[in-house]
């Protein structure tokens, strides 16, 4: 509680609590700041001690046995990269792995590592390996294929197309022969069938000739 106290001329003025100060500079001490990279990061020793046996929680101990070197600003300094050290530190402070989208597992696998975070390791590497043996639901490539017929086939070829292909386009390539007084046009159609990822890429690529006929019959 502070105290309030009168000089010789009356002035009233406040006497801290020498208890209040006290537990502010215990309070401070708990803070840690770590420059990673030249990015700084504000934690507390109670988050960095989360696994005994890390780099981080070696660091932060009064009788470290590692020597760092500091900045300017007191901020313990780690040559590491900034963006793979987020989800380290977020899963230090409430052991959950969370990691962006544009992160790739394996660079947060690599600061997991160097760290030495035994069960991050462990959870990173399960994630990897879920990622790498199921592969996602919405995951389809598309084949397609030319076909080229005359206009008298025209009709018989879309009704006889099974097994999965689907009519996509159909292209007025003119005509290229005469029977007589008549022209016969000749038309290309465009199929394409889905298929799963486990599908060989070569059989599934779509053909450079199909997307230029593609492209072709949309500007006529």
Known sequence: MDEHSMNSHGDSFKILNSNHGSASTSSSKQ?????????CFL???????????SFLYRLCQEDSDLISDRDEKGAYLIDRDPTYF????NYLRHGKLVINKDLQEEGVLEEAEFYNIEELIRLVKERICQRDTHPLKDS?????????????ELTQMVSTMSDGWRFE???NIGSQYNYGNEDHAEFLCVVSREYGQSVDS?????????KVLQQKGSRM
């Open 169 to 171: 386009q159909l292209i």
């Open 140 to 152: 389809k490539k598309h084949v397609y294929r030319v076909l080229q017929c005359h206009e008298d």
């Open 31 to 39: 803070w840690v700041t770590l420059n990673v990279g030249g990015t």
């Open 43 to 53: 934690t507390t020793k109670t988050t960095l001690s989360r696994d005994p046996n």
């Open 86 to 89: 987020s989800p380290v530190l």
């Open 202 to 210: 070569k059989e599934t690529e779509p053909t450079d000739r199909a």
